[in-house]
Nanobody, 122 residues
């Protein structure tokens, strides 16, 4: 599994961004996929998770109702649609291949992407 994120950038508060994470390997559909984020001086925080088939999702409380995770197994890609962005959403966003579904901890992550920066201007 090799995960590469894209789609980060700068957006005004209230705006939207869509992140993508593509796996160059052949086992993408075997993994639960997650998004985490880490702001400067803060711990890495769980954002969203999606099951192997895409049928089940879950979100961190801070983003519930504003962010949507989805995946396309034919393209080996997981997405994070971020709407109504706030200044507190600014962080480096990481995609991750997880060992189980749910609001996992860092110990449950098998593979990480390199991260993509999201900046929200007010």
């Amino acid at each position: 599994v090799q995960l590469v994120e894209s789609g980060g950038g700068m957006v005004q508060a209230g705006g939207s961004l869509r992140l993508a994470c593509t796996d160059s390997g052949r086992t993408f559909s075997n993994y639960v996929m997650d998004w985490f984020r880490q702001a400067p001086g803060k711990e890495r925080e769980f954002v969203a998770t999606i099951s192997r088939s895409g049928a089940m999702t879950d979100y961190g409380d801070a983003v519930k109702g504003r962010f949507t995770i989805s995946r396309d197994n034919a393209k080996n890609t997981v997405y994070l649609q971020m709407n109504q962005l706030k200044s507190e959403d600014a962080a480096v966003y990481y995609c991750a291949a997880a060992l189980r579904l749910g609001k996992v901890t860092l110990d449950d992550i098998a593979f990480w992407g390199q991260g993509t920066q999201v900046t929200v201007s007010s």
